[in-house]
Every structure is written in C-alpha cells, then in structure tokens.
C-alpha cells in the first residue's frame, strides 16, 4: 500500500511576499488540514544556510551573493515558514542548500525511514523547486501528485505549461479541492 507525504516547499515568509495571490495560503492551508485529518505526514521544506553561507559557491547564479555573506538578523524572520500555513508539533522540517528539495537536505533519508513512495507536492515557485523536486524524485522511482493550484510561479504562462504538458509525464496532477475531497 502507498504511504504519502505531503510537501509544502518554499513558503517562508520573504518567498510567499514575491508572489501576491491572496487566496494561495487560505488554498494551501486546506491542503495541510486535509492531510493532517487523513494522518498524511506534513513534510515542510525550506532554502537556508549556515551563517556566511559556507554552502553557497559564488560561481551560483541563484544563491552566489549569498557567498561569505553575515545575513542580519531581520532575515531569520524573513526565512521563517509563513504563519498562516506554520507547521505544527509533529511536522517534519527539512532545510535544503540549493533549488529541489533534495538538495544539501536529508529529505531521502526522511523518505526512507518513513517508508514513504508517494509525494504530493506543493510550493512557491512551480517553475523551482516543484519542477527540480519532482525530476528527482521521479527519477528515485516515487509515486507523484502535483497540486496545480497549490503551487506559485511568477510567470502564468510557464506555470500553466509545466502543470499541464511537463508533469503530468511523471506524475497525477490535480487542484486542492480535487485532493482534498479524495481524502
């Protein structure tokens, strides 16, 4: 039997203010509450780094100013999950050093000693992390749902493209709502 996890990536606080849609949190808020009322483990995935970003290669188009640089203390408040879809005690908190979920993170150790095979998978921005987290897991031979809508992008037309021609060659994608009334 398939045992889900459902990912809600990206969505801290300086990430969600890059991409104003009022009724994305509500949508995805709904998506955690029917997860946790169908026992699916919420698995929160965040972008941080170590004080001066040892990780972080200049050479790095998305991350490279980040290099050698003392962040202020007003960005761990920027960097905190948004309160309106905050994880709650049982929640599983993955930090990640690059774009997919994956990477520099110990997400497949988690995946594996959970016994988990089957993602749904939502976040900020379709076009990153959901496009870079799906092509990995996908390629570790786990089971894919994308929720379209409980995904950002901030170009409409790259978003429409890749939830309706690219994923769905590797995995089921389908709305909230359509989730949510299925569990």
Known sequence: MSKQALLVMDVQRAVVDRY?????????????????????????????????????????????????VQLPAAAAQAN???????????????????????????????????????LVLTGIATSGVVLSTLRQASDLDLTLTVLSDGCLDNDPEVHRVLTEKVFPMQADVTTVAEWVAAH
């Not at 009724?23 to 946790?36: M, S």
């Open 20 to 68: 104003p849609d009022p009724a994305y949190l509500p949508r995805l808020r709904e998506a955690i509450g029917a997860a946790r009322a169908a026992d699916v483990p919420v698995i929160y995935v965040t972008v941080g780094f170590r004080p001066g970003a040892p990780e972080v290669d200049a050479r790095n188009k998305m991350f490279g100013r980040l290099a050698g």
């Open 80 to 118: 905190e999950i948004h309160p309106d879809v905050a994880p709650e005690p049982g929640d599983i908190l993955v930090t990640k050093r690059r774009v997919s979920a994956f990477a520099g993170s110990d997400l497949d150790m988690v995946l594996r000693a959970g016994d988990f095979d089957h």
